[in-house]
């Protein structure tokens, strides 16, 4: 019995130490590499560099539009992400406290549009906005950024709101509330740390999301942070030490974000726990 549970515990650890290593050797690997300069990659690529050289992080901003595709993910990710929480608290407050006719139907049609990947609606969407000029525009990328990511935004609001007693609800409407001051003046002040985990999740999956604006953007100008990255390799042959300075810079500010609201996002994810 003791050997089976010291072999179960060794599988453990390796198991866990494996999925360590693929976690983390990618960041390893970029970090190393950034501060490299093509000669010293060249000779070996999993070395540490010899000198921390911020070459080509300035070779980023000087010669690729790197702040001009940081300009475009600051303000598509920021539009997005005001509809996007809107959207979320709306409909979370009518799905998990309201009652309407059809309320379970419409849940689990949000429930089942999540399971579509990207790549199997991409040709509708593009089909979509081609049709009513949405191409080449922030609106367009902020709308189906939207479309696509609000459901699992609501089903996490709905299932939060849910558990908050219909009393409070009831006593808002005596005392005069209509809907939409329930939602704003009494139930989005209390679900603010759930607001800022869905915050989060949803921030970091605009400012990452690639196909929807590899299909969308097709204006150098245009172009968000992640879809710049992607196209520089191909469009300036860029060498992998620059590329993973672009990518750490790209990583930076999310990085930045999750610290600032490090504490919002464990008190919503702690929240369902404590309802109960």
Same mark, same amino acid.
């Given at each position: ?119 199997? #609606? ?5 089909? *979509?906005?081609? &049709?009513?000029?949405? /191409?080449? =525009?922030?609106? @367009?990328? $902020? ?109 930076? #500010? ?5 610290? *600032?609201?490090? &504490?919002?996002?464990? /008190?919503? =994810?702690?929240? @369902?726990? $404590?309802?109960?």
């Amino acid at each position: 019995m003791i050997k089976r549970n010291n072999s179960a515990r060794i599988f453990t650890y390796l198991f866990l130490g494996i999925i360590t290593f693929v976690s983390i050797y990618p960041l390893y690997f970029a970090f190393i590499s950034s501060f490299k300069n093509l000669a010293e990659y060249t000779q070996s690529n999993t070395a540490f560099p010899a000198s921390m050289n911020l070459e080509n992080y300035a070779y980023v901003f000087r010669n690729m539009e790197f702040s001009r595709f940081i300009l475009n993910s600051i303000i598509t990710v920021t539009t997005g992400m005001v509809l996007y929480i809107i959207i979320c608290n709306a409909a979370g407050f009518a799905l998990g406290l309201l009652r309407f006719r059809f309320k379970l139907s419409i849940f689990s049609f949000i429930l089942f549009f999540q399971i579509f990947p990207q790549m199997v #609606i991409a040709a509708q969407v593009f089909r *979509i906005c081609s &049709k009513i000029g949405l /191409m080449n =525009s922030y609106i @367009g990328l $902020v709308l189906v950024w939207t479309a696509y990511f609000a459901p699992f935004g609501t089903y996490i609001m709905s299932t939060y709101y849910a558990t908050i007693p219909r009393s409070m609800i009831e006593s808002a409407r005596i005392d005069g509330a209509g809907v939409f001051r329930q939602l704003f003046s009494i139930m989005m002040p209390m679900a603010t740390p759930m607001i800022g985990t869905i915050g989060i999740v949803g921030s970091l999956a605009m400012w990452t999301e690639l196909p929807f604006s590899l299909l969308l953007i097709s204006e150098p100008a245009k172009r968000p942070l992640s879809l710049g990255i992607a196209i520089m390799k191909g469009e300036h042959g860029i060498p992998v030490p620059v590329l993973s300075a672009a990518i750490l810079v790209s990583a930076a #500010i999310p990085l930045i974000l999750y610290f *600032i609201f490090q &504490k919002t996002i464990h /008190m919503g =994810s702690t929240a @369902g726990a $404590v309802k109960g």
